[in-house]
């Protein structure tokens, strides 16, 4: 059956409307030329830039689709595997739009988001711009949405998330996996395992496009890696070098393809760029994107060159004073391992560390926790504390205690979340020289310990050895992790008091600016119609009629008596029942008609009787 619709367009001027080829005639030129297809219908790229394909990837995608005189290819799986910002999404971008017009109509293609891109991948929207910037590719499609493209041959790409029910029983032409390093989960193996080639399609492939990941954590990508290599590049690589100059692979037991460079091709990619990434990258990083070799995740934090540029030499711990605001951050331990306390403050663009104290237990006793506790109130009272962050692991008690003595203390538990946020904070600050430290031994040794875990969210610090403590920098840590969070974009209000209720509402001055069913009030609507009344959790247990009778007999008073007192609430929550019309009686005006002008209020104020603002806005100003 074909899928035959002609696709007209017209030119201007007297010009007869020049015809494109069907979508069928597409498929039939194209299915056995790539390069040919891109060169007439990818002129420019997601960014509407001129695109073109360089030599060296010409002769990788024309020795990769090469097919044979049944019209098969020879592998199933393509790992296309290069440096960093060597065009790898955009080609797997145009590698899927030309499957899909040009293979097996229908079909289904599927576009896999790793475990770092929630639900679409980086892939999927590459490929949505360049299909909206082509108008021979937009022609072709029938349908652009979030994550879903369809064609006129009725063949259809997805994105999906890495789960593998969504995608279970599908009868899929092709797959795409960008950065195959990212999927690490369960879940993500488990689509893998899901979305195999299929038998029922002439051609059903996997198109990876990714650069190296990490020893012991990517491991989906390593297998691939390990059987899709030749001994050139891995000692136990199993599969052989096929081209004279470039490092393309094949294993042919497991259908697997592989091109694996480490060399930059791209006129982008300059000594300059380069220089520019070794300094603002960790060696390790800079090792796994800009050459494609694997690392381990583990590797030196800070390092002795690092620490010692930011040591400010006249800089002296800070005397007690109440000119800045300190914000301190706790790392406490019984025994086996330091305590410490490290305070920091803003100075313009710069965070400065201000005080510091270590703990260190004996073999004979342990740390008190109590002499911290009471270091903290001596803090508390001789400086302007705006908050201190502590692990509640081991100093959960002491927070209570702190806190019921008016210590603006916090917990930040030391989950993977946070120290990795912790790790990339105090990373981010050293490598942009915004963090100034005092001459000190004791954080630098401490500092020096530490070795950062890389992860794909991040990097997380933690230590090599247990005999080698870092305390005093996980401490430093939070305290930034602390004074960076404080910092919030300036209010609109001036001055508001504002309750959370139990119900999920906001409150600002007793009035409802926002609820889960609704976003944010609008400062045009008017009080009587957006106040609400906040509900007590007596309200929502017992219901307002048991929560009123329970008030008054706890209270001594009548519900008569307890029912005016609620009512008075509510006209307080609404700004006032005395309107523009009434400014002279006594009580509380009516916000709307403080706000706006005389003539307006007495107009458009929904407090005043709809009759009579009819027949002002009717001219009739006598009522």
């Not at 108008?135 to 041959?153: D, G, H, I, W, Y």
Request: proline share 5%; net charge neutral; hydrophobic share 40%.
């Amino acid at each position: 059956m074909a899928y035959r619709r002609q696709i007209l367009r017209t030119r201007k001027g007297p010009a007869a409307p020049r015809r494109e080829l069907e979508i069928d005639d597409i498929g039939e030129q194209y299915g056995e030329d790539l390069v040919g297809f891109i060169d007439d219908y990818v002129k420019v790229d997601e960014l509407g830039k001129p695109f073109s394909l360089f030599p060296h990837q010409r002769e990788i995608l024309r020795t990769a689709f090469a097919f044979d005189e049944n019209h098969d290819l020879a592998w199933d799986t393509f790992i296309y595997s290069c440096v960093k910002k060597s065009g790898k999404t955009t080609l797997n971008a145009v590698i899927t739009i030309w499957w899909a017009l040009t293979q097996d109509a229908p079909n289904e293609c599927y576009l896999m988001a790793n475990d770092l891109e929630q639900a679409t991948s980086r892939v999927y929207a590459t490929m949505a711009k360049i299909i909206r910037r082509n108008p021979r590719l937009s022609a072709l499609a029938e349908k652009v949405e979030t994550k879903l493209v369809r064609f006129q041959n009725a063949t259809e790409i997805k994105a999906i998330a890495s789960e593998f029910t969504g995608a279970a029983g599908s009868n899929h032409g092709l797959t795409s996996w960008d950065e195959l390093w990212g999927f690490t989960s369960e879940s993500s193996r488990r689509l893998w395992d899901e979305m195999s080639p299929v038998p029922t399609r002439k051609n059903s492939i996997r198109l990876i496009t990714t650069y190296a990941g990490f020893e012991g954590e990517s491991v989906l990508l390593r297998e691939l890696y390990t059987a899709g290599v030749g001994p050139e590049e891995f000692a136990e690589g199993k599969a052989k070098q096929i081209h004279a100059t470039l490092p393309l692979y094949f294993n042919p037991d497991a259908r697997l393809l592989v091109y694996w460079d480490h060399e930059p091709r791209l006129p982008w990619q300059t000594a300059k760029y380069y220089a520019s990434q070794r300094a603002q990258l960790r060696p390790s990083a800079f090792t796994r994107l800009h050459e494609n070799r694997w690392t381990t995740s583990e590797s030196t934090f800070i390092t002795a060159e690092m620490w010692d540029s930011i040591v400010d030499q006249a800089l002296r711990p800070l005397l007690p004073c109440k000119d800045v605001r300190l914000y301190l951050g706790v790392d406490a331990s019984v025994k086996s391992d330091t305590s410490a306390v490290v305070g920091v403050y803003r100075q313009e663009n710069r965070i400065v560390v201000g005080i510091h104290r270590i703990w260190r237990p004996t073999a004979s006793a342990e740390i008190d926790l109590e002499s911290i506790e009471q270091y903290l109130e001596t803090l508390h009272r001789q400086y302007n504390v705006a908050l201190v962050l502590a692990d509640p692991y081991q100093f959960a008690r002491s927070i209570a205690v702190l806190k019921a003595k008016g210590v603006r203390i916090e917990e930040l538990p030391q989950t993977v979340s946070n120290t990795t946020l912790m790790g990339q904070t105090m990373f981010d600050l050293l490598r942009n020289q915004n963090l100034s430290v005092y001459k000190s031994s004791e954080l630098r040794e401490q500092a020096l310990n530490a070795v950062a875990i890389e992860t794909p969210r991040g990097f997380r610090i933690a230590k090599e050895k247990a005999s080698r403590k870092i305390d005093s920098l996980v401490a430093m840590a939070i305290a930034c992790v602390g004074a960076i969070q404080a910092v919030r974009p300036p209010s609109q209000a001036v001055v508001a008091t504002s309750t959370i209720a139990t119900n999920g509402r906001v409150f600002e001055n007793g009035q409802v600016v926002y609820t889960p069913e609704r976003k944010v009030f609008s400062p045009t609507d008017h009080p009587h119609t957006r106040v609400e009344v906040p509900t007590t959790e007596a309200d929502m247990r017992q219901g307002i009629a048991k929560a009123r009778s329970w008030r008054a007999a706890w209270s001594g008073l009548s519900e008569k008596d307890t029912e005016a007192a609620r009512q008075a609430r509510e006209r307080e929550a609404r700004g006032g029942d005395i309107h523009i019309d009434e400014f002279n009686k006594t009580g509380k005006p009516c916000t709307y008609c403080t706000l706006v002008s005389q003539e307006e209020a007495r107009l458009r104020c929904p407090g005043i009787p709809k009759p009579i603002r009819e027949a002002r806005l009717r001219g009739d100003w006598s009522r």
